[in-house]
């Protein structure tokens, strides 16, 4: 089976108008017998989107639409590939119970599903981590330095794989490494192999499975993939099991690295 578990889509309002079928036919071309559509879930509705644009997740008028579009298409491409209709679920600290309402409504349409955090709570604040460099040394700033803002980071992983989020809830946790998006922005020597360990360790233990994702070697102040190789590595021999994810927001980003990832 060859698989890109983390693919978004036209329905992304951050992303591009890049086709269900462009992703779906270069799929086809590049040998993929499986794919996950992993669209950014809407966020729960009191939740006050930090970002200027407010288009950190899907419109929520828009995602029977989207999951009515990939329902024909899995039907058209069945004998091609296999499509899987997914959703990138945010973890959002506060938000435990309006999350798990959103899984148990939407939650028996879905055939795959993520769970990721990019918002991180401190002092009343949300700040979406991964949004610029800017906002990211910012938000280092306002929690206590680059150190507590990566202990803020893996503690809020932790607490979304120990969250009770209903029977609908994701079993492949996000990019867990993702507080690396800006890690060549900053100046200080952050060892948090340890924690990633730990993350891993968790994982295995309740048996999550890890998005292996390539989008970070595309990312200017990141160049490795989300966890880095060397803890990839570490991750197979705990026996974790994983997915490879492009983290696609563009045709043109679809499968990025993977030849490179699994030939080198």
Do not use: W
């Not at 401190?122 to 929690?143: H, M, P, Q, W």
């Amino acid at each position: 089976m060859k698989k890109d578990g983390h693919i978004h889509t036209p329905f992304c309002p951050h992303g591009s108008p890049d086709s269900f079928e462009e992703y779906i036919e270069k799929a086809i071309q590049h040998q993929f017998t499986h794919i996950s559509f992993t669209e950014h879930a809407p966020l729960p509705m009191l939740f006050d989107d930090p970002t200027p644009e407010k288009d950190s997740g899907m419109r929520a008028e828009y995602l029977q639409d989207y999951i009515t579009q990939l329902q024909q298409l899995k039907l058209h491409y069945k004998n091609k590939i296999h499509i899987n209709i997914g959703l990138e679920i945010d973890y959002i600290s506060g938000y435990e119970k309006e999350i798990s309402s959103f899984l148990q409504f939407y939650g028996p349409q879905l055939d795959d599903a993520i769970l990721s955090v990019h918002f991180l709570y401190y002092k009343g604040e949300y700040c979406c981590i991964d949004f610029s460099k800017e906002e990211y040394l910012r938000f280092a700033n306002t929690v206590g330095g680059m150190q507590a803002l990566y202990n803020l980071y893996y503690e809020t992983v932790k607490a979304s794989i120990l969250a009770d989020l209903g029977p609908y809830k994701p079993k492949r946790i996000g990019h867990p490494t993702l507080i690396h998006k800006f890690q060549l922005a900053h100046n200080e020597q952050i060892d948090d192999e340890g924690q990633v360990k730990e993350i891993l360790q968790l994982m295995q233990q309740y048996d999550y499975e890890l998005d292996f994702n390539s989008a970070g070697l595309s990312k200017p102040f990141c160049k490795e993939t989300y966890p880095p190789p060397h803890l990839f590595d570490y991750a197979k021999t705990i026996g974790l099991r994983y997915t490879f994810g492009s983290d696609a927001h563009t045709v043109t980003d679809l499968h990025q690295h993977y030849d490179t990832i699994f030939t080198d």
